[in-house]
């Protein structure tokens, strides 16, 4: 048998194992995450109103019940875990498969006042991420600036839109959704440095927003204006023209008196956080104006957008593993096809997939064939691979160092208890928000 290890269980990580056990019937798969819970970005970062996209856990689990396939959770691979030689050691062949763990900076002044956050972090944080920190994001703010407009912005967005009717039946820890309910923020921008027809998100993200309830969203005709390729759509693609029209329709909609308000912004550039009162109190955006290139440049006029929350969502970024090559140009391991490259030489036995791989683009379907290649090529090596002897079943072999992994019994009862938690609240699941207690119910015991 050859056995491999996936070393992250999002859905690229659970992708791979899938494609690893269809493809061939003589191959065993460790899937290790470093949290006690799989699913990754799904668990992690879908936003909790996205019940549909949230289901897609169905389809992940499936795989890692699978018998030739075993989750390892707890385990962290590198420094303060697991080495990464020692995994190679352990097992024939490893699949990184660790997504984009930090977020872009803006690199301006100001951009670390206390209220402007990362929007990975506010997504941590209602997402129940065990290691976010509750900061208080929406305490004392009533107008609230994202800079960004691809799919992340529009999650946050949204989630400082909705009420608390639209929260309750989420899965969002208790603290979140109790912070939330009680927010006063009601005046939220959505603020690009580019123009509409290159904004980011999808036409479904951006149409719905403007089915939230007591919530009106408004966009400037003027500014829409600047963009040449809204004045005229023609050569646009599909996707970028539908955006275009959801805005134009926007731009063109009577005001309402709506609780909440979203506006959507364009050419405006980030510069500078305005400090007031000891935190944000604004952004200080330069128009921009297209450079003939699908570029912005600058106009040298300013302006100041209140806010006293501040979500950063410029993107995410690979970050470096122990023992493996890193390009930071582009936050990913080099790779052919998914086999890592070491000074121009593929490494055998060491791969890639998901965003690690390619970069934080694309949607959760798009690792289905990004690991399909990795595997791919694995399987093309393990002729080799299998070659070398292993010397004990890996899990033995870690629990005999010391790693105590949590096993998928483990992780059953953590969705138990987080079942029994919703049900004591009045509510559905409600996830279990930090370490200790996912611990405790994973272990039956307290860490
Ligand atoms: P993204 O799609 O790359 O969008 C990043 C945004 O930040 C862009 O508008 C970008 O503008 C802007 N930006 C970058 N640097 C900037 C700077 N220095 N100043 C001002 N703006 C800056 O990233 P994302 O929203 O984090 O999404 C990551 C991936 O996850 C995407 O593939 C997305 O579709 C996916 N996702 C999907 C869903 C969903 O399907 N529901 C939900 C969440 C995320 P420029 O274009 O000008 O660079």
Redesign the pocket.
């Known amino acids: 048998m050859l056995h491999v290890a996936v070393v992250g269980s999002g859905p690229s990580g659970c992708y791979t194992a899938q494609s690893l056990v269809q493809q061939d019937p003589d191959v065993v798969v460790d899937v290790l995450d470093r949290l006690p819970c799989p699913y990754g970005l799904v668990r992690y ?3 909790p109103d ?1 019940e549909k ?1 949230k289901s897609l856990q169905n389809n992940l689990r499936t795989v890692l019940e699978h018998d030739r396939v075993r989750f390892l959770g707890g385990v962290q691979v590198g420094p303060g875990g697991v080495p990464a030689a020692r995994l190679r050691e352990l097992y024939h062949a490893v699949v990184y498969c660790v997504g984009a763990a930090t ?2 900076h ?3 002044p100001g951009e670390n006042l206390p209220g402007s956050w990362s ?1 990975t972090e506010f997504v941590s944080w209602y997402s129940a991420h065990p290691d976010a920190v509750d900061d208080g994001f929406v305490r004392g703010a009533h107008s609230a600036v994202v ?9 946050v967005t949204r989630m400082l839109a909705r009420g608390t009717a639209e929260l309750t039946p989420t899965d969002m820890p208790q603290a979140a959704l109790t912070a939330l309910a009680g927010s006063r923020v009601t005046d939220i921008s959505m ?4 123009g509409p027809s ?5 036409t ?2 951006l149409r719905e927003l403007g089915t939230l309830p007591d919530t009106e969203v408004t966009v400037d005709p003027a500014e829409l204006g600047r963009d040449p390729a809204y004045v005229d759509t023609s050569g646009l693609p599909a996707p970028q023209r539908r955006n275009v029209e959801v805005l134009h329709g926007w731009a063109e909609s009577p005001p309402q008196d709506s609780r909440h308000h979203i506006r959507l912004r364009f050419f405006l ?2 510069v500078e956080l305005l400090a007031a009162a000891g935190r944000v109190g604004a952004v200080r955006f330069e128009r921009t104006e297209p450079d003939g290139q699908g ?2 440049k600058g106009t040298g006029h300013y302006e100041d957008v209140e806010a006293q929350l501040v979500l950063r ?4 970024r690979g970050v470096p593993l122990e023992g493996l090559p890193f390009d930071p140009a582009t936050g990913t391991v080099p790779n052919l096809a998914g086999r890592v490259v070491r000074e121009g030489l593929v490494a055998p036995g060491e791969y890639v997939a998901g965003w690690i791989k390619r970069g ?5 379907g ?1 690792n289905r064939p990004c690991a399909k290649e990795t595997v791919t090529s694995l399987l093309e090596d393990a002729s080799v691979l299998v070659q070398r002897e292993l010397r004990a079943d890996p899990f033995t072999a870690l629990r005999a160092e010391g790693i105590e992994p949590v096993e998928w019994t483990g992780w059953q009862a953590i969705e138990r208890a987080e079942a029994e938690l919703g049900a004591s609240l009045g509510r559905g699941v409600v996830k279990l928000p930090d370490w200790q207690s996912l611990m405790t119910a994973a272990h039956g015991t307290t860490v």
């Open positions: 970062g879908v936003a996205h996209i977020d872009r803006l690199g301006i929007a800079i960004g407009v691809g799919n992340v912005a529009v999650d603020v690009g440095r580019r290159q904004a980011r998100f999808t479904k993200e550039r980030p570029g912005v969502s410029v993107g995410y934080p683009t694309g949607v959760i798009t």
